[in-house]
């Protein structure tokens, strides 16, 4: 038993260093913790502890991931919620914090986004396989397709006049 008392806040310990220098989900606190070998039960009171002390929150760790991904990474909405998913963020809390994309400015970073790809792409390409290959990175950066056909066509549209 003292074994387990010792390995207990030695895990909660590091979790709470862990937590300090940048912010967790409590999915990736799950997985953290099933490095020490814990059972069920000590994992959610180290994560039940972590929450209460205010190390991890979830909805604050989803607006600031939203947050550097439109900023930094330009991704979409849709990459964004993808991810939260997978690391086991509340559906609620997601969609709470998908509202901390500013919705006008989205058109200008897709468009500064592709404009980047256009740039890297081979001058030659046909506009049919261009407009093609310019959707599907703008999909995979997790925008709209309604949305992203509109500002492919634009770019497309002043590339051919160009």
Known sequence: MAGDEVIFKAA????????????????????????????????????????????????RFARAFVRDKTRLSGWGAKKIAWTLKGKGVADDIIKESLNEIP?????????????????????ATESCKLRASLIRFALSRGFGYEHSVGVVNKIVANFVEE
């Open 12 to 59: 909660l310990s590091a979790m709470q260093k862990l937590c300090s220098r940048r912010e967790y989900c409590t999915g990736d606190i799950q997985k953290r913790l099933s490095k020490y070998n814990l059972d069920p039960e000590q994992m959610h009171l180290i994560s039940k502890s972590l929450a209460k002390d205010g190390f991890v929150d979830d909805l």
């Open 103 to 123: 919705s006008e400015g989205e058109a200008d970073r897709l468009e500064l986004i592709l404009m980047t790809k256009l740039k890297s792409m081979k001058k």
